[in-house]
């Protein structure tokens, strides 16, 4: 096999792992400083103008910022046809920094665990797969309907040496989104994908005449990656059919969607198809671009509440799924806090629990139950059993992989400089209503200690 020639040598790209998470998180929190940019890096310095600024309606120079963006921050080389997209870093950035936080918070495993993904429509730049291999130990499965696309993606691979972790697989538009046969296994850890925006081009074109100025990356795309059948609806919704039978072989099932009114249609759909466990986020970019995310699971496993609300839960309330999070007790910070662990520690080992441990050096514990265990429902049978009324029988032996598992929990005590919380977290379970029974049982234990 030919490979392509590398050109000079790449710059230091740090191995993945939670450790530089922390330095990941802080890109792009504020507007990329082009001057300073410029100093750093000689072919962006090369566009900018007088005046320190972009020249946003000129596709060379949009390119180039994504080029240097990526070279700087991730140790990353770019090479694009100029009739491709051109993503947007900071966008497509945050996408992944959303992504870290929805598998790690539905996982009992420590962050930073090995993963795989796929991307569904990677494009010619591969950007996804490029920028979760340089931030984490995952692999990717990257599919694409054009050829010139995965032309162009299989050499951004080659070039960052990153043949080993991402795999392309080409596709038609009849196939299915997630190959999953095709690719030679039984499951993977989540799909992600970037549908196009628009049904037609006269779409596009209508969207394009409102905006006020060119956005972060002007448009360079072609039709394939701007345009489908009944837009960015129609797409999601064939990924949720296809997850309807595939089910929980995958975790996650997300997309970014490009418009609000496309998130709402998509949430009812899965209202309707009785999907509990989802998650919804907002990306917003500066002061011009946001963009949307959805994700939905069959698993039991509730995503954090930063990662699964992460809107204004009083402007979009009936698009938000069930809070997962809630205080059970808050004093001012100069009280001790010994006595509130003491009572943690009385009511929830009371309890007849799967599991409960409680981490010291941490104030946080972990807990798991098959149902509710608290209430008076659960003490009246109890007695009943003790004084005979009712015939007990061992349970049988779950079986390997069952859910026997109704609620887990997590419970932490955070002291901050002004005040000290107690929150209860819900971190697996189908039922919202056991979690806030949970959570009133465990508020009237404590509430005497504010």
């Known amino acids: 096999m030919i490979r392509p020639d590398p050109g000079p040598p790449r710059p230091h790209r740090p191995g993945p792992g939670v450790s530089a998470d922390g330095r990941f998180r802080r890109l792009y929190e504020s507007e990329p400083d082009f ?13 900018l103008q007088d005046n320190g600024q972009l020249d946003f309606s000129d596709p060379a120079a949009t390119m180039q910022l994504t080029k240097t963006l990526l070279e700087l921050d991730f140790g990353l080389q770019l090479e694009l046809p100029e009739d491709r997209l051109c993503p947007p870093v900071p966008n497509r950035h945050n996408y992944i920094l959303w992504l870290k936080d929805l598998m790690d918070s539905t996982s009992y495993e420590p962050p930073g665990r090995q993963l795989c993904g796929l991307d569904v429509g990677t494009g010619a730049s591969c ?3 490029l920028l979760g291999t340089a931030q984490r130990p995952w692999c990717f499965i990257a599919t694409d309907i054009d050829a010139k696309s995965l032309s162009h993606a299989k050499n951004n691979i080659q070039i960052n040496g990153l043949d080993d972790r991402i795999r392309l697989l080409g596709r038609k538009p009849e ?19 970037n549908p196009p925006f628009y049904d037609s081009e006269d779409d596009m074109l209508s969207s394009a005449k409102k905006k006020a100025r060119p956005p972060l990356s002007a448009c360079t795309g072609a039709p394939v990656e701007m345009v489908c059948d009944g837009g960015e609806v129609a797409h999601v919704g064939r990924l949720l059919r296809e997850s309807l039978v595939l089910r929980d072989r995958i975790q996650w099932y997300t997309s970014m969607v490009g418009k609000l009114g496309s998130l709402d249609a998509l949430v009812e759909q899965l209202h309707a198809n009785g999907i509990d466990n989802y998650a919804v986020t907002e990306f917003i970019q500066g002061n011009k671009t946001r963009r949307w995310a959805l994700g939905w699971s069959f698993g039991p496993m509730r995503p954090a509440e930063h990662a ?3 809107m204004k839960a009083s402007t979009w309330k009936k698009i938000m799924p069930p809070p997962v999070r ?7 910070a100069g009280k001790p806090v010994d006595p509130v662990v003491a009572r943690i520690q009385q009511a929830v080992g009371s309890l007849e629990l799967i599991s409960w441990v409680w981490e010291p050096d941490g104030a946080r514990g972990l807990g798991r139950t098959k149902e509710n265990v608290w209430g008076r429902a659960w003490r009246r049978k109890r007695l009943r059993e003790q004084s005979g009324e ?3 029988e061992m349970p049988a032996p779950a079986a390997a992989g069952s859910e026997e598992c109704q609620l887990g929990f997590g419970i932490a005590v955070v002291a901050g400089k002004s005040e000290t919380c107690v929150t209860l977290h819900w971190r697996e379970g189908h039922d919202p209503l056991i979690f806030e029974s949970l959570g009133g049982f465990l508020h009237g234990k404590l509430k005497d200690l504010a």
Request: aromatic content about 8%.
């Open 127 to 129: 950007i996804y797969p």
């Open 390 to 392: 009712v015939r007990t």
């Open 308 to 310: 699964a609300r992460g």
């Open 326 to 332: 809630t205080d059970l007790l808050v004093m001012s």
């Open 175 to 193: 196939d299915t989104l997630v190959p999953l046969g095709e690719a030679g296994i039984q499951s993977i850890d989540f799909v992600m994908m």
């Open 35 to 47: 001057k300073q940019l410029a100093k750093n890096h000689a072919p962006f310095a090369a566009f």
